[in-house]
């Protein structure tokens, strides 16, 4: 950081400002004094370039126990010609690069009384590490409490968050030019962002306030995504920064100093509250801090950039952000209370989750209480039957030669067990013809409820001929009996294959939600997606069959993939539900599964009246909904579109026209993306 005497001015990225008032002896006296006081690196240097003197800081930086003499511009190759040639020429430049392994925002002022150039500069690692992190925030702009932006190749705004709005004072700021909403970006800056694939950052006076935008070009979209920051308070703060540093007691969070070895050096105040004592000095990070392993040591002392850590302790959730110092020696700890963080997002998924459940249960709830019904009238019709078919067998054992009777019921029941004998193919009128003829006949032979045993009888394939033919093998007097005895077996039989059925339903439905749930299986799993979408199909079943038309093309030879089955079935929920209910329950649904240069792709199409363009940049925004108040949570794009991108390194697309709309998921086969982070510890 900078003494209070250097010279300091608004930053501009590669840009200049007019030269500052001429530094006193005495001033220039004190910094050649105490140089060895300022925490960031501090230069002097002659016009040619060659460093006159150093302070520790740099020296460190550079690795370089001697500088003087050394070009400075051979050291930090960074720095571009036009910037050295506006110090030459008595100007202050001030740009952002990195150096070694940290981000350094350094300012080259020069001295016009003695002709030397004075370099300072300020570490701003982590300031470059929130802004990867806006960079990220910047696909959900309804979230991001900054301005966020989406450009044409021209510039024209496509999109703006509220936020966006709030700054420029406009409501909606579509189809605004972003050069004319932010003057001090000139086309070269512009031009930048087009080259090389890198983010271009510049700064911008609004008002009384200074914010910070990142400009990045997607090529694949050919679009700009912007984000912003606020800094004013950052720009203001900058001259205190030097002196806060070296209080870290002033830090509301939980700072700490820690040796390679992992020896705490440094605590302030914050950390011992949340860690516990009156002293962590001397003690090791890997036993106060939960989750510190050796794997995890190793890769901060390793790494280059800041890494995280979450923690419980106490019931409460921190990151933990282990940054390297510029050194080498020590590894800075600073930590930040996510508790609330954390209770907004389970209370978000869990909305979902929820809401999901509803649909599922009800749905699930309606298939099994048709089998289960059907089973239950069909167990005590045949418990009726047999009752029936009890009495009968004794007054037919009665009536006939039991020699006869047996061979006559064994040839009888052997046909009905190879279906020899099925409903008679009539036509209404004639049944009843046939119903009418076997009514009389049994009526005539004493047949209790003939008009039963007649339905009956038709039912297993009997007409008058053949209750004729039955007549004369067993007598006048047992004909009836054993008309009774055949109808009630064929009924019983019937009875049987119901329940049969039924109880097949209902396993079918318990596997069906077994499989859709991946019960009793890890976090990540061998994901069958084709079986997957037929769970799915299963246990919607009761919104599918009333008016909606399902046409399966599924691979397959469709590999399996690695990834979390359970919430993948919930993906493949959204978006069926959400295609049945555009369709308003009557149309046809069309799911389509293949391999493209790798990946499993899953098409779910319908031919509902689409999305409108309007809003087709909306659908994955949290909380946004179509759908009358109450019957949405608008939550359930946002979590599909969470689960393909971030949980499984997927990518999830919408094609839509009026009578077409199409989901692309594709979905690799190996797990590829950073899996959920969990409490460490």
């Known amino acids: 950081m900078v003494p209070a005497s250097f010279p300091t001015g608004p930053r501009r990225d590669a840009a200049t400002q007019s030269f500052p008032p001429p530094v006193s002896d005495s001033t220039r006296g004190q910094m050649a004094r105490f140089p060895d006081m300022n925490p960031g690196p501090v230069a002097c240097l002659d016009r040619s370039g060659s460093i006159l003197m150093a302070n520790r800081a740099a020296r460190k930086l550079l690795k370089e126990q001697a500088l003087e003499g050394k070009c400075f511009w051979d050291l930090v190759p960074g720095i571009d010609e036009e910037s050295r040639r506006g110090a030459l020429e008595g100007k202050t430049v001030r740009i952002d690069l990195p150096v070694q392994d940290v981000w350094l925002n350094l300012t080259i002022t020069p001295d016009p009384a003695s002709n030397d150039i004075f370099v300072y500069g300020t570490d701003i690692t982590l300031q470059k590490a929130a802004e990867r992190e806006a960079y990220e925030r910047a696909r959900f702009p309804e979230l991001n409490p900054g301005p966020v932006a989406r450009l044409r190749r021209d510039g024209t705004v496509l999109r703006a968050n509220p936020a966006a709005g709030a700054v420029f004072g406009h409501q909606d700021l579509s189809g605004f030019a972003w050069l004319e909403l932010c003057p001090g970006l000139d086309a070269v800056v512009w031009a930048r962002v087009f080259e090389g694939g890198s983010s271009i950052t510049h700064e911008e006076q609004i008002g009384d306030r200074w914010y910070s935008f990142t400009l990045r070009h997607e090529s694949e979209l050919d679009q700009v995504f912007v984000y912003g920051t606020d800094v004013t308070e950052m720009k203001a703060a900058e001259r205190a920064l030097a002196e806060l540093a070296r209080f870290p007691e002033f830090n509301p969070g939980p ?9 705490v050096l440094l605590a302030n105040p914050a950390a011992l509250r949340v860690f516990g004592g009156s002293d962590l000095a001397g003690r090791s990070w890997l036993d106060v801090c939960p989750g510190v392993a050796g794997d995890f040591w190793s890769e901060v002392l390793k790494a280059q950039a800041p890494t995280p850590l979450e923690v419980e302790i106490d019931r409460r959730h921190y ?11 020590f590894v800075f700890v600073y930590g930040s209370d996510i508790t609330l963080q954390k209770q907004s997002e389970a209370a978000l998924r869990q909305s979902e989750k929820m809401a999901t459940l509803g649909t599922l249960s009800a749905g699930l709830a309606h298939e ?15 418990q009726t039957t047999f009752d029936r078919l009890q009495k009968v067998e004794w007054e037919l054992r009665a009536a006939a030669a039991s020699d006869k009777l047996d061979e006559v019921q064994a040839e009888l029941l052997q046909e009905a067990h190879e279906g020899r004998h099925g409903a008679l193919a009539l036509d209404p009128l004639t049944r009843a013809d046939v119903e009418d003829q076997l009514e009389a006949w049994l009526a005539g032979n004493g047949v209790e409820e003939p008009w039963d045993i007649a339905a009956s009888l038709t039912e297993v394939g009997y007409d008058p001929d053949r209750i004729e033919a039955l007549t004369q093998r067993v007598g006048e007097g047992a004909a009836g009996l054993t008309a ?8 019983a039989q019937r009875l049987l294959d119901e329940v049969r059925h039924s109880a097949s339903r209902l396993s079918e439905l318990v596997g069906a939600m077994k499989a859709y749930s991946y019960l009793g299986q890890g976090p990540v799993q061998t ?3 084709n079986e997957g979408l037929r769970s799915t199909l299963i246990i919607l079943g009761s919104k599918l069959r009333e008016g909606v038309t399902v046409v399966q093309d599924l691979d397959p030879d469709l590999p399996k993939i690695q990834g979390f089955g359970s919430e993948l079935s919930q993906v493949w929920t959204n978006l069926i539900d959400n295609a049945v209910e555009a369709m308003e329950a009557s149309g046809t649904l069309r799911l389509r599964t293949s391999v493209r240069r790798g990946d499993v792709v899953v098409e779910v199409e319908d031919d509902g009246p689409g999305i409108p363009p309007t809003i087709q940049h909306r659908i994955y925004d949290a909380f946004f909904t179509t759908k009358p108040p109450g019957s949405g949570t608008g939550l359930g794009l946002y979590t599909t579109y969470n689960i393909v991108t971030d949980k499984h390194g997927g990518s999830i697309e919408l094609d839509s026209i009026p009578g077409r709309t199409l989901f692309t998921v594709r979905l690799p086969t190996e797990q590829r993306s950073r899996p959920e982070q969990g409490v460490r510890g």
Do not use: C
């Open 255 to 263: 700072v700490v100093r820690l040796d390679r070895q992992g020896t």
């Open 319 to 329: 990151v933990m952000t282990h940054a390297p110092g510029s050194e080498g020696l």
């Open 368 to 382: 099994m209480n048709n089998p289960a019904s059907a089973a239950q009238r069909a167990a005590a019709a045949l």
């Open 484 to 491: 009774t005895w055949l109808a009630l077996v064929g009924r």
């Open 527 to 529: 994901v069958d997606v």
